[in-house]
Nanobody, 116 residues
Framework: QVQLVESGGSLVQPGGSLRLSCAASGRIFSIYTMGWYRQAPGKQRELVARITSGGSTTYADSVKGRFTISRDNAKNTVYLQMNSLKPEDTAVYYC??????????WGQGTQVTVSS
């Protein structure tokens, strides 16, 4: 079993920055992908960014150049640095981890609200 605990969500003004963290614990081995999805009210959940155990990254077009995903393998933690935030970034952000087998795990979600 794997547990994911997210932190860092908050209310921020447009143009501001936030850093989300997600710590994984449990039966984790070295090879896995972690990342973030988000879901805004009335919209489908969408991929924001992901990072493999080797450090390869993927970003949604809407966040390229503004968000940066990184990970600390020693701490089993993934981070999402979000800069130049826009109101359309408002959503619940979910951390996930997927093993090579395809088995995936999800965090409980953290609210990010971008508003003046």
């Amino acid at each position: 079993q794997v547990q994911l605990v997210e932190s860092g969500g908050s209310l921020v003004q447009p143009g501001g920055s936030l850093r989300l963290s997600c710590a994984a614990s449990g039966r984790i081995f070295s090879i896995y992908t972690m990342g973030w999805y988000r879901q805004a009210p009335g919209k489908q959940r969408e991929l924001v960014a992901r990072i493999t155990s080797g450090g390869s990254t993927t970003y949604a077009d809407s966040v390229k150049g503004r968000f940066t995903i990184s990970r600390d393998n020693a701490k089993n933690t993934v981070y999402l640095q979000m800069n130049s935030l826009k109101p359309e970034d408002t959503a619940v952000y979910y951390c996930y981890l997927v093993k090579p087998s395809g088995l995936d795990y999800w965090g409980q979600g953290t609210q990010v609200t971008v508003s003046s």
